[in-house]
């Protein structure tokens, strides 16, 4: 018989990493210390002294109110801006008129403008020196440093989100529903209510979130014409802003952290119901 010799094992090949490794490593070292951490740094703070600390610093009537204060404006923005912004949405969408262009050109523009500088030209039209404040103070009627004011910093600021979000939908919606519904004898309104709203659904909801989520962070503008008045007119990001600056790390960083849980619920929303529309 002949001699058997075992069959030698071929040699392993060394695993090789997948092509995604390197730039999904350098994509976490960057995001680590700019994004991830930072939110982090918030709960870790908010929490350092226990649940019971945690609900304490929120039960504080200064961050009650301020809270309240900006969903109650936020809700407000979010409402009168998607009236407002589905109004000149269509109206730049289903018109052609001189001067068309840079009207859209201006209704965009607060997303360029600082909020510090809309702050002050709110102040420099109606504050008590103001263009039209100067003539409504003798009347005892002065929107600045008072909700009134608050509310039309944040329409300012936000305007454009609901108008980018409806603006598009109607100018890829097919004209031939409309035309349908007016041969059948539908008015504007009846046309606009039953063929074009429900083609809006999407982008109003998604335009609402956005502005609501945008409403709840402002700032710049805010600080300015609101005068940040206790159990007035402060909102939680100025609530934040001046417990920092007073030491009291522990309560800026409990609303904080609030605020930071209702934007991650907006964006999870946005995630669920608009993306998924964009899906199908």
Known sequence: MSESHPIAAPARRPRELP????????????????LLMPLAAIFVFAFEGGPAAFMEALSADDAQFALRFSLLIAFAAAAINAVLGM????????????????????????????????????????????????????LGLQPMFTPVGVLMAHLFVTFPYMLGTVKPLLDELEI???????????????????????????????????????????FGATVLVSGNLR???????????AQFEAGNIAQANAVAAVLALLSFLIFFLLLRYTGGEVRR
């Open 231 to 241: 159990l007035r007119t402060q909102t939680a990001p100025l609530y934040i802003f």
């Open 87 to 138: 109004f000149t949405a269509y109206v730049l969408s289903k018109y052609r008129f001189p001067g068309q262009r840079p009207l859209s050109i201006a209704v965009n523009l607060p997303v360029a403008i600082p909020t510090v500088v809309v702050g002050a030209s709110l102040l420099l039209l109606w504050g008590p020196i103001g263009l039209l404040g100067r003539w409504l103070a003798p």
């Open 19 to 34: 092509t995604y490794a390197v730039p999904l490593t350098v994509l976490l070292l960057v995001l680590l210390p700019l």
């Open 176 to 218: 031939t529903y409309e035309e349908a519904a007016y041969t059948i004898g539908a008015n504007r309104w009846q046309t606009f209510r039953y063929i074009l709203l429900p083609a809006l659904r999407g982008g109003l909801f998604s335009g609402a979130l956005l502005t609501f989520a945008h409403s709840l962070g402002e």
